[in-house]
């Protein structure tokens, strides 16, 4: 008895030992001095025109990014015109007017003594799309089961697609997309007259990479023929949080940037980077370089890029069906520029945006 109480103690003891011993490893990380990040967007849509000038932190750091405020921001045409950018909150810069397609410009930024510009670009012409179309596709992926063996999950449901113009001063178009999904709910009548219904909404993003399309390479086109923007399933009410809420169709809300084929470069990399996990054919991560240089010191790093955009915002319904047999109902909305919030519901009206 004596021995079998021995060997219980010595079992429980060695995996305790092995937990004690275990350390996590915090590798040391160099700490450099802080570099100037400059994100630009501009276009010729003031709302989507913006300058944010911050600063890097250290790799462990847990503190909220460090805006800088304070510098001087100008968007320079070549032939002349300057317009000075105006601090509307801390480390974000907006411009009372907008690029003009077809102009050439360049950024330019002071600050704490040091002078920063970007290279020149010309604003594309206004992007146009030809058609948008639904298709029936089945998308797959796949998933570990409760054993941790993958399994393959195939969603049946609706990919959107465009067709693009292309011509010799627009190639290059990036999109991003938002898909707002209608319900509605109908509470249960108890006593009295039946309860008022609530219309509701919620969005769904697509934009975890830049959705970029242009010519194939080493391929002469006139178009950009069936790229995809979004995928729906069939069963709207999986993007949906209660079984009560019934779908209602859906808004699509497209926009539409045409971009230099620099720009189109720039964030091809960028995807890349993003979308490596480490398989043997990945891109090696390497850094992506912007085209803004500090001319004061060029051997300061600069991280970001002057991008330049025109701009195009689509509105469409869509009532994708449940299979692929059933009637597709996709239509343009015309000046229906309402500022629809991400999620929301309303008591016996309809929003004033709401499509059936």
Not at 136 to 151: E, K
Not at 169 to 198: E, M, S
Request: hydrophobic share 35%; charged share 20%.
């Amino acid at each position: 008895m004596e021995k079998l109480t021995y060997i219980f103690v010595i079992l429980v003891l060695i995996p305790l030992l092995f937990v004690a011993c275990e350390e996590y490893y915090k590798p040391a990380m160099e700490v450099v001095p802080a570099i100037f990040v400059v994100e630009s967007h501009l276009t010729n849509d003031l709302s989507q025109s913006y300058v944010k000038l911050s600063m890097t932190r250290n790799f462990y750091s847990t503190d909220q990014a460090k805006w800088v405020t304070g510098a001087r921001v100008k968007l320079i045409e070549d032939e002349g015109r300057i317009m000075d950018a105006i601090e509307y909150t801390t480390g974000y810069f907006t411009f009372p007017e907008t690029p003009v397609p077809g102009k050439k410009y360049h950024l330019q930024i002071s600050f704490n003594g040091d002078s920063f510009e970007s290279e020149s670009a010309i604003m594309p012409p206004l992007p146009t799309i030809d058609s948008i179309y639904a298709q029936d596709v089945i998308m797959r992926g796949s998933r570990t089961d409760a054993y941790g063996v993958p399994a393959t999950i195939e969603t049946p449901g609706r990919e959107i697609y465009v067709d693009a113009p292309i011509n010799p001063t627009l190639q290059y178009y990036k999109f991003n997309d938002r898909a707002i999904l209608q319900w509605v709910y109908t509470p249960p009548q108890i006593v009295g007259p039946p309860p008022p219904p609530f219309y509701g909404w919620k969005s769904i993003y697509f934009n975890n990479l830049f959705n970029l399309a242009g010519p194939k390479d080493f391929n002469v086109s006139t178009s950009v023929r069936r790229h995809p923007l979004l995928f729906l399933d069939y069963q709207a009410s999986t993007y949906l949080d209660s079984v009560t809420q019934d779908p209602a169709g859906w808004i699509l809300i497209i926009n539409q940037y045409g971009i230099t084929k620099e720009s189109y470069d720039f964030h091809l990399r960028l995807n890349n980077q993003f979308s490596a996990v480490g398989n043997l054919f990945d891109p090696v991560q390497t850094q992506v370089y912007g085209n803004i240089h500090c001319t004061t010191n060029p051997e300061k790093l600069v991280l970001g890029y002057f991008d330049l955009n025109s701009y195009r915002q689509y509105r469409y319904y869509l009532y994708p069906g449940g299979a692929p047999d059933d009637k597709i109902i996709l239509r343009q909305l015309n000046h229906r520029d309402f500022d629809i919030p991400d999620e929301n519901d309303t008591t016996g009206i309809r929003p004033v945006f709401w499509e059936y």
